[in-house]
């Protein structure tokens, strides 16, 4: 069969020949894998720590959904069950084994077209069914490979209602609609951060420093998110006078960090999720806010089982209302190896169909 | 009677002579009063936000004991009661109305000796029973000037018990013993935190960058505090092989929360309480840290009267075992004003003895 | 205008003609009210503490859906704004003041058509806009007069949130797909508290005393929800080898609190809705298993906005999928007073349609 | 060497001659151990889940200190430190492999001189490291032996901190000054448990259904703790017009979960440790007020590692200004059997000397 594969770490892209593996498990066809900024990284030889499962190459891919072909007498799923797999397995730590491998202690486990685990950019895979999620509701199956972006989104939602418990982090009538969350990014997890936590009932301004395309504009515009371009609009709340009680970062560059704490109002909560490597263009200070204002950052990454799950529960419920599909910029072969490389205009997430 | 003052923002100190405030209030005779760095800074003119509760002058002083001298009816205190008063007081916002000033929503409060309130380097003041804390055990007297920075270290430790809550951040044998904490900064605020995360069961390490004298070094070593030098030893918890699973700054330097995120575990909580406005030596990166390792970076400002209330069980439980006596280096009279200007070798907190 | 009104505490049920009140608020024609065991008590006389606004009479409703007649300037809503209504108004304590006055600590608040306050079954009525929470979906209108009481079980929901962080209170893969909820009683509350929790993703069985009619029959298996007729069939966990890890009762008898804790499984978690007055049938002893097994049981009552958004939000999401229209066994006309008194066949949640 | 045996689950007592088991582990010289109604049940073969180690006999005795004599080569401890063993012993579980066996899920554990393990009733013990809580202070040996009743405590107040967090269950100026405790129950652990609230903050109110003898009541003024005897005042919150925010009971009667339900205040929090199996006097309804003022009743048994850790440091901090000391009411020998059947005036903690 075809797999899109590469020689990690050093990178390369190559449309080879494979053969399934052997072993246990529920076989899945591929129908279609996303492509996001870890596969273009791991591509280009720039991810140190992507490592083959064994030999030389690994297969890519860590966001797929697919179909089940065979279910091989696991009773957990039939023939035709549209599934979603998960990237990380767990290791032997604390954590691993209580089924958070997203809070892994020792670092100790291997990430499915990242690190130490072929992934699923290829016609076919045998899989763990522990390891498989099920998607209900068979008319959302384009928009479930989006259920692997998401889910981060939902562990961040989880980390989000946790830190909330502070202290009474609400408004005068119970709900949030009081609070304004600003998103920095709007790549595709800029984009879902934005709908889950509008589906909160939150005010939502997106941030970027350019501006939007017509395609990403509608989306923000039908969901009521607003938008901030900061190569033409100063971000400074005090000059817009919309406090930033809460902020989450897909861009993951040092200066975005500044500008949220130069910005975040007391008690306020910022979540990273992005990791760029993008020094800071200056030194700068920030616990001078931080401090003084009890504002918590926190860092969030992967999500575990249940996350897919909720996932998988919101593209049902929201897909479709929320218009999840302008995020699918996309569709291409597996043959189309330059999308690896090139960038379309208004590109979001580009998907390879599989059959 | 004599008092300490200063003309906030521009500084200066001055021994003058005031009248006892009228209206209504406790009259309490102050003890002692200590000094810290936010004394030193309002009296050179660098604390910006500092301002006179009326007219130009401010009587300097937040870190306090007394004797009620004059209960003036109030039930809830009698004569001869030791107390301390507290230093911000809440204004309107939700979290103030709800005893919380310290997560203060909107800035709106003031804070005695420091901002809008005169403060207790006087040898009386009339103070609103509500907030004033009373001490039970007369013997502890001495130490219980520390009641107002130890209330900090209080609050800082609910921070860090809610924190724990996202998921099981214990060892296998449910204690702390395994957990290494690093506290950064070797002042009083640095070694309050360290008495009191060792009481909790954690293994603590104190870091600076200077050696320590005797005085300092002995208290360490009789709390079973370890100390890093980070002018002879590099703090790399590789080299180490000591992990940092929790890190509280009482410093403030950027540089720290570098070193704080390079070296910090999965799942790792740190506490910024620290803020001296110092500048990064370089411009780095935390984020690839803080998000793949889920690390909670959270700043944690002042305390509410439930935290004055635990510094002074404290003090009165663990104050001789853990001989927090060695961290009052001198008692001074309120004439000797230099102790504002001038710094005694292996200084940590000096003291105001009013009678 | 028509209105349906009482006289409480000793009850009746009248269509009377009354004129819309005067004052301010938005003015909201009256769609659909449905008619709950709490009305049909006060129309029996029986709930000692209802009580009029003003006067001897009060207008019955508390579960209602409405339409925007004039929004009188209040910016929030426009003509033509689907709406609905909050039942239990703030008083002056803590609580109320957070906007939580479910968790009301002094009693101090009135209750739209039960206490101190006219109910909405009436053809239109004047609200303070801070009181109406607003449907986006105007496809949904006959189903949100199902936000009132499926708003009681958000706040379930959230309680059992809350309690399940006492402990990692989740499967070995991080969801609750292992974990059995039972859920006491068939009227509207157990469905929707169903409904909620297995969107959730447990295992939830409902359990009553009797056959279930072919409808709910239909609802459940559609729902993949099992049922127990405990007249046919022992609730015994051992018997039939299917934990009891949560319950939550919606009848409010002891004998469902018996059931519930002979059965509970270890660190199990039972939230209490229902409150029929009861009275066990025997005496029994709830304190051995409660203790040894470290089980929860908490009531929870009400809901605050917060609730009532997360209600339309499911109702939205959730509605049609899940069937939620067969929750609405009959439709009626403001004439029809007999549907006080008598019980349908099969009678879930009948509803006035008022236009 | 002289050691306390039983043969459960039919019972009696005799001091019996055995030698030191074999094996690996710290040798442990007894010093006390304390005797409770666990034990005294043993002896008379009411406790049904009584069971041998192996053979037929039991050594009893699971409240114990003594001092190491042989470490063994384990590196943790050294000849003379005091130590407290452990009673629990985890199985298999997730929550026991989480080192909280006092959470498990399938009661798949063992007790030291309860179920299926020798206890402390003996001069000599072999003790595996990880259960042995080590006394710093050697002066407190005398109390230490109220470590393993107090462990209890020490989870009740985790339960009750977490319990809390369900919304700012607090006084309007932070503390709990203003919150009412009423404990159920005035032996050991009914006067440990108010020991530990009383030093929260709280007002504590003792409650029983007898005159208290003269030495637990000088120990109750003391400490502040006032005390109801309802066999001649009813306690009735509203004729006492003191509020019931929270209750503990010791005693594990159904009338008093009776009592408590009929008088807690609207989110009140009740905590059951006691389980006696008292049927309750009459049939009653608690769910009314459960419900409609969101009461929370929950379990609490055993304690984990990091509670004797705790403990242990309560005793060293409180038990002397707090006069624990009252609490021991009389030390035996262990030839004196006639302690397990008899009952002394007063007697609160009979503990046995071994050397």
Not at 154 to 181: A, H, V
Not at 188 to 208: C, D, R
Request: hydrophobic share 35%.
């Amino acid at each position: 069969m075809r797999a899109i594969t590469t020689v990690p770490p050093s990178g390369g892209i190559t449309l080879s020949q494979l053969d399934l593996e052997k072993g246990d498990g529920v076989k899945v066809r591929t129908l279609f894998t996303g492509i996001c900024g870890t596969d273009k990284e791991i591509a280009l030889g720039k991810l140190s720590f992507a490592r083959p499962e064994k030999g030389r190459s690994l297969v890519l891919g860590h966001e797929a959904v697919g179909v089940v072909d065979d279910s091989s007498g696991y009773s957990s799923f039939k023939e035709g069950d549209i599934v979603v797999p998960m990237v990380r397995r767990p290791g032997g730590c604390r954590m691993c084994r209580l089924g958070r491998q997203d809070f892994c202690e020792d670092g100790d486990f291997v990430e499915a077209g990242i690190r130490g685990k072929n992934g699923f950019m290829r016609e076919e895979f045998l899989e763990d069914p522990r390891f498989l999620v099920k998607v209900d509701d068979p008319s959302t199956v384009n928009l479930a490979v989006l259920t692997e972006p998401l889910k981060n989104v939902m562990k961040i939602k989880e980390t989000f209602q946790f830190l909330r418990g502070r202290i009474p982090w609400y408004c005068q009538d119970s709900t949030l609609s009081c609070k304004n969350l600003y998103v920095f990014g709007t790549g595709t997890e800029g984009l879902l951060i934005s709908m889950v936590f509008k589906s909160l009932g939150m005010n939502v301004v997106e941030v970027n420093r350019h501006p939007l395309g017509e395609n990403i504009m509608k989306f923000l515009d039908d969901n009521r998110i607003s938008y901030i371009d900061t190569s033409s609009e100063r971000l400074d709340i005090k000059v817009r006078d919309m406090s930033m009680d809460a902020a989450i970062d897909a861009v993951g560059a040092m200066d975005v960090l500044k500008e949220i704490t130069d910005n975040i109002s007391n008690n306020g909560i910022a979540i990273m999720f992005g990791t760029s490597g993008q020094m800071p263009s200056s030194t700068f200070d920030i616990l001078e806010r931080v401090v003084d204002r009890n504002v918590t950052v926190v860092g969030s990454v992967d999500g575990a089982k249940i996350h897919y799950s909720e996932a998988i529960d919101f593209i049902e419920t929201h897909g479709k209302t929320m218009h999840m599909d302008r995020i699918i910029t996309g569709k291409y072969s597996p043959e189309d190896l330059k999308i690896f490389t090139e960038k379309e205009k208004e590109e979001i997430k580009k998907v390879i169909a599989w059959s």
